[in-house]
């Protein structure tokens, strides 16, 4: 059994390919994330500078309490869409990498069972047991590569359903409280 420089370098550029997308995908969250926040310190910024005029105008205490009072939930509800979009961003980018990893997966069972199968047909008679082996250990392998996926799942969307009913929580109180 020999490996041919075709293969090899198919299996080269594969590899490659597959780096460059995990870096791609890394520099469009790491983009989206950087946009977010400074978005997130222009709004703060305009914030914090109307709140300093708002203070200023401020001439009893029962306008400074109504003030306090007018300022709180604008500010959670922004601290609420800041930890949704980013959240969003995390949980995009984590899918997209689970599918590049599901597929360079798929692709390396492809090839062992190809370098399995060859090695089947040039193996010396009495070695089916070997080859045997060799093949249940991959079915294992793929059976515990399809459970951690299964369950990585399960979590996936345990921590999505509890985001989603922690922001609604938030949003509830906030909501609430400025009534």
Do not use: C, W
Not at 14 to 43: F, K, M, Q
Not at 114 to 123: D, E, F, N, P, R
Not at 144 to 151: C, D, I
């Amino acid at each position: 059994m020999s490996i041919n420089l075709e293969q090899l370098a198919a299996s080269n550029k594969a590899a490659v390919d597959s780096l460059l997308s995990v870096a791609n995908t890394a520099l469009a969250t790491a983009e989206r994330i950087a946009a977010l926040n400074l978005g997130a310190a222009r709004h703060a910024l305009e914030d914090s500078a109307s709140a300093t005029k708002a203070i200023l105008e401020v001439k009893n205490t029962n306008d400074a309490v109504a003030l306090q009072s007018s300022m709180v939930k604008p500010a959670v509800d922004k601290a609420v869409d800041y930890s949704r979009s980013l959240y969003e961003i995390s949980s995009e980018s984590q899918q997209q990498l689970t599918k590049m990893l599901e597929a360079q997966y798929a692709d390396f069972q492809k090839q062992v069972s190809g370098l399995i199968a060859q090695a089947a047909k040039v193996a010396p008679a009495g070695s089916e047991t070997i080859v045997s082996a060799m093949q249940n250990a991959i079915n294992s392998a793929n059976a515990a590569f399809g459970n951690m996926t299964a369950m990585t799942k399960q979590i996936t969307d345990a921590a999505q359903a509890n985001v989603a009913a922690a922001m609604s929580q938030a949003a509830a109180v906030t909501t609430k409280k400025s009534k």
